[in-house]
Nanobody, 123 residues
Framework: QVQLVESGGGLVQAGGSLRLSCVAS????????MGWFRQAPGKEREFVAA???????VYADSVKGRFTISRDNAKNTVYLQMNSLKPEDTAVYYCAADRSTWVLTNVESYDYWGQGTQVTVSS
């Protein structure tokens, strides 16, 4: 069983930056596809960014050029660097993992989820 724990959320002003971290345990992290998703109040969970075991990356159009996903296999950790934050980025951010070799962008593709970390961007 894979366990995921996110951290790094908080309150930031528009234009600011945050770095989210997600530490994985209970599996072979280096082989996992990892993803970040977010869910705002009253909305469905949406894709933000994903990375596979080889470092292939995909981003949602809404965050391209502002967010960067990366992974450190030695630390069993995936990161989401968020720059130039906007109020519309406000959401609970979730980390997800799957044993697939692909870069996965759908909620349904992931087997394991963290509890989420709140990101609030004030205007």
């Amino acid at each position: 069983q894979v366990q995921l724990v996110e951290s790094g959320g908080g309150l930031v002003q528009a234009g600011g930056s945050l770095r989210l971290s997600c530490v994985a345990s209970g599996g072979t992290f280096s082989s996992y596809a990892m993803g970040w998703f977010r869910q705002a109040p009253g909305k469905e969970r949406e894709f933000v960014a994903a990375i596979n075991w080889r470092g292939g990356k995909v981003y949602a159009d809404s965050v391209k050029g502002r967010f960067t996903i990366s992974r450190d296999n030695a630390k069993n950790t995936v990161y989401l660097q968020m720059n130039s934050l906007k109020p519309e980025d406000t959401a609970v951010y979730y980390c997800a993992a799957d044993r697939s070799t692909w870069v996965l962008t759908n909620v349904e593709s992931y087997d394991y989820w963290g509890q989420g970390t709140q990101v609030t961007v004030s205007s």
